[in-house]
């Protein structure tokens, strides 16, 4: 986000929105649709058992169900920063209808999906380009990025959450009813693990051996070794 230009008041505002948004996809694991749909209004503090100030982050997400996700002190920080950036108080306060995303042309519309879908694309395809440029040692991960969307931000969320935190606080911060379908999050590197090595690691004996019918193919596997 640093490399993104902001050399005019207009420039500097886009950057300022392009980095929320990424905040908003990964700090917050927010959908797309939960960041058009929700307001700044939605972003509250409250007293802990412990006597500590927290802020949180109230969403009405898939299938109209609401979560309170925990607004972190970076996001919180990011929110202040990019309110400053829109002339807006540090912080919203109760009511406040604002969008969490707001648009660059004034009023408080919020943006459509496919609108912040396209904003999340042409990070990915500037960033993919940055690194094409930098020679053909570069073109996996150009390729890679390339391909990559806000799902995949939330995907990326999930696991990284799930390599330090306890399943059952991931599956709440994502807003899943079923704990299994966080637990997909924890399995995804294994998972990359396995398809690289299947991808990568082999002998070149794919005539011998076809998945799911190894039994049948054993006694022609055991003749190719011998």
Same mark, same amino acid.
């Given at each position: 986000?640093?490399?993104?230009?902001?050399?005019?008041?207009?420039?500097? $505002?886009?950057?300022?929105?392009y980095?929320?948004?990424?905040? %908003?996809?990964? +700090? !917050? @694991?927010l959908r797309?649709?939960?960041?058009?749909?929700?307001?700044?209004?939605?972003?509250?503090?409250?007293r802990?058992?412990?006597?500590?100030e927290r802020?949180?982050l109230?969403i009405?997400?898939?299938?109209e169900?609401?979560?309170?996700?925990?607004?972190t002190?970076e996001?919180v920080?990011?929110l202040?920063r990019?309110r400053?950036?829109n002339?807006?108080?540090p $912080?919203?306060?109760?009511?406040?209808?604002?969008?969490?995303? %707001?648009?660059? +042309? !004034? @009023?408080?519309?919020?943006m459509g999906?496919?609108a912040?879908?396209?904003?999340?694309?042409?990070?990915?395809?500037?960033?993919?380009a940055?690194?094409?440029?930098?020679?053909?040692?570069?073109?996996?991960?150009a390729a890679h990025?390339e391909?990559?969307?806000?799902h995949?931000?939330?995907?990326?969320?999930?696991t990284?959450?799930?390599?330090n935190?306890?399943?059952k606080a991931?599956?709440d911060n994502?807003?899943?009813?079923?704990?299994?379908?966080?637990?997909?999050y924890v399995h995804?590197?294994?998972?990359?693990?396995?398809?690289q090595?299947?991808k990568?690691h082999?002998?070149g004996?794919?005539?011998?051996v076809?998945?799911?019918?190894?039994s049948?193919?054993?006694?022609?596997?055991?003749?190719a070794?011998?």
């Amino acid at each position: 986000m640093e490399s993104l230009p902001t050399g005019t008041p207009r420039l500097a $505002l886009q950057a300022a929105r392009y980095r929320w948004l990424f905040s %908003l996809l990964y +700090i !917050g @694991g927010l959908r797309i649709s939960e960041v058009c749909n929700n307001s700044m209004g939605d972003f509250y503090w409250r007293r802990g058992t412990d006597g500590r100030e927290r802020w949180w982050l109230e969403i009405c997400g898939k299938g109209e169900k609401t979560r309170v996700i925990p607004a972190t002190d970076e996001l919180v920080s990011e929110l202040m920063r990019y309110r400053k950036s829109n002339d807006l108080g540090p $912080l919203p306060r109760e009511g406040d209808s604002a969008p969490l995303l %707001l648009p660059l +042309i !004034g @009023g408080s519309k919020p943006m459509g999906r496919s609108a912040v879908h396209e904003l999340v694309k042409t990070i990915f395809r500037e960033t993919a380009a940055r690194l094409r440029a930098l020679g053909p040692d570069h073109e996996a991960a150009a390729a890679h990025v390339e391909k990559a969307s806000a799902h995949w931000m939330r995907h990326t969320a999930g696991t990284h959450q799930s390599d330090n935190m306890d399943i059952k606080a991931v599956r709440d911060n994502l807003g899943h009813t079923n704990i299994s379908t966080t637990s997909i999050y924890v399995h995804s590197e294994d998972d990359s693990r396995h398809d690289q090595t299947t991808k990568a690691h082999k002998l070149g004996w794919s005539d011998c051996v076809v998945p799911g019918d190894l039994s049948s193919r054993s006694s022609e596997l055991v003749k190719a070794v011998s």
